[in-house]
């Protein structure tokens, strides 16, 4: 035993591992949480969240309604449990196809130089000259209300921000000696973009993907707020927060929705933050 | 200087028009149809009216040659008439304008001024409560929805406690200053009204708070990051062992040298608070550019919509080259690139 090891008191180890990773531990429990929320919620909901009761109308929380009801009667709490579905599948369906098409983009980009680099980055910038809100708006409102329409709106204000990034991922990483090796050994292109540059760039690009998936739920339901949404009586916890926005003294129709909204977000945060950490030992504890 | 400058300015410009073209093509490439979200039931399914309401609007023109119009027009200073409100999309921005310039400046300045010195106050601090707190009001201002953070904001300091007033950028039962900016905070005091300017101003504190609370999440996070980034250096060490005091070091040295990521943040923000009133506006009935391109987007007012979204992106456009010319100012390594 090292009884005299000074540095190793009990449990310094595992102080050192909470203060390092304890929050993003945090924030992927509570994301683990809702991806099963969202998958059993058939299961798990006291209710079913379309089922009207006017008669229950703006009942406050009690034991049968945990969460109250709402203007038509139905379970806030297990709308709230449904709408989980809703914000989780945007959120991962955006993120993952904007991140997709953008990387092999901008990665196209920095690889190809030249006018092609030009063309791509130039309509990169076009999109980047609106608010993402303003453009998505726009969009969803000409497409005609509904969650496909406005997944499509945000993918077509969401992929810029991966294009630039994974085009100065891969610019640093083309100045590196082994992409020359693999010039020389005679590996084509695509080999060296995909195989040997595009896993040393990955960091950055997880980490940006993780702290976006928190994004892309916020624009989600503030679209869904704006009515551009889901199309109802889909529990979806940004229309849910609209409708209860006139009921200031039945807080709780509109309160535990934002809530749901808020702790989802600030776990994809932590996530990612703790994830950039673990990459970016020099980073730490910024 | 001047060279760099002019370069940029040129290049902003072009990038304004292209984004005209983008916005031109999505708006009339899909499949919605302003006949059905402007005219009524009756005459929308009257062949004649259609065809007349095709006609006023220029709908039944080619692309090529609306788009053309477009240009024709916005060179001459015309965005054309709002289809919903009858009127040149000019005089409806002009009206809402200053609603929205109003709130996102008082925003901006909020943001700015709690965000700066509490970022500073965590990096110099850090581990420390205050850097624990500036953690968390802006890891809680970045990740609470807009709409939701009104919501909690007029439940409790409008319905629960009577603190503040509610929606509307001015009580019903005050009048209107005269207008010469639009800007109640400025033309309360032209006339003045100083009853006015206070009934004015105790409206605009919810609306900025909850507008301001992301950006000064944002604010608070890169001064502080920056503000670390600069106390590690060496130079820092160097003013310590001067034995220069912890303010003048702060101050005077670390400061000045965390400012440039600021700087570019804080232009950057000031264009989202711009044009990222939607939410805010349409909960607070604010009378203000969020809440016309919402209208506007809904019932599909192309020539509103062109308008807006070009004003929209003249002013990001701009406020990213002014962030440009202004980190040239700074650090004049910048401009002879």
Known sequence: MSATRLPNRPGAARRRWLRRYGLAALGGAVILTWGLTALLAGYVAPHPPDLVNVANRLQPPSAAYWLGTDVLGRDVFARVLFGARTSLAVGFTVVILASLFGTILGGVAAYARGWVEEALMRVTDLIFCFPPIILAMAIAAALGIGTRNTVIAMLVVWWPKFARLARSLVISQRAQEYVAAAQVIGFGSAHILLRQILPNALGPLIVLVTLDLGNAILVFAGLSFLGLGVVPPTAEWGSMVSEGRELVSQWWVATFPGLAILSVVIGFNFVGDGIRDWLDPHARRR | ?337
């Open chain 2, 1 to 337: 200087m001047l060279r760099y400058f002019l370069s940029r300015l040129m290049a902003a410009a072009l990038m304004v028009l292209l984004a005209t073209l983008v916005i031109f093509l999505i708006a009339n490439m899909v499949p919605g149809d302003p006949v059905l979200t402007q005219l009524g039931d009756i005459a929308a399914n009257n062949p004649d009216m259609v065809a007349a309401f095709r006609h006023r609007w220029g709908l039944d023109l080619p692309l090529w040659q609306r788009y053309w119009l477009f240009l024709t027009g916005l060179f001459h200073g015309d965005l054309g008439i709002s289809i919903a409100s009858q009127r040149p999309v000019l005089e409806d921005i002009a009206q809402y304008g200053p609603a929205t310039v109003e709130l996102s400046t008082i925003a901006f300045l909020l943001s700015l001024s709690i965000g700066l010195p509490l970022g500073v106050l965590a990096a110099v601090r850090r581990d420390s409560w205050i850097d624990h707190l500036a953690r968390s009001v802006s890891l809680i201002g970045v990740s609470a929805p807009t709409f939701w953070l009104a919501f909690i904001m007029l439940a409790v300091f409008y319905g629960a406690l009577e603190w503040a007033p509610g929606p509307g950028q001015i009580s019903a039962s005050t009048f209107p200053p005269p207008e010469v900016t639009g800007i109640m905070l400025i033309d309360a005091p032209l006339a003045g009204d100083w009853d006015t300017f206070q009934d004015a101003l105790g409206h605009l504190v919810l609306p900025s708070i909850v507008l301001a609370a992301g950006t000064m999440g944002l604010i608070t996070r890169t001064t502080r990051a920056a503000m670390l980034e600069a106390l590690s250096q060496d130079y820092i060490r160097v003013a310590r062992a001067k034995g220069l005091t912890r303010r003048a070091i702060t101050l005077g040295h670390a400061l000045p040298n965390a400012l440039l990521p600021v700087v570019t943040l804080g232009g950057l923000a000031y264009a989202q608070l711009l044009t990222g009133t939607v939410l805010t506006e349409t909960i607070f009935s604010w009378p203000g550019l969020g809440r016309y391109t919402f209208q506007s987007a809904v019932t599909l007012d192309f020539p509103a919509i062109m308008g807006i979204t070009t004003v929209v992106a003249a002013i990001y456009v701009i406020i990213n080259l002014l962030v440009d010319v202004s980190y040239a100012a700074l650090d004049p390594r910048v401009s002879r690139r």
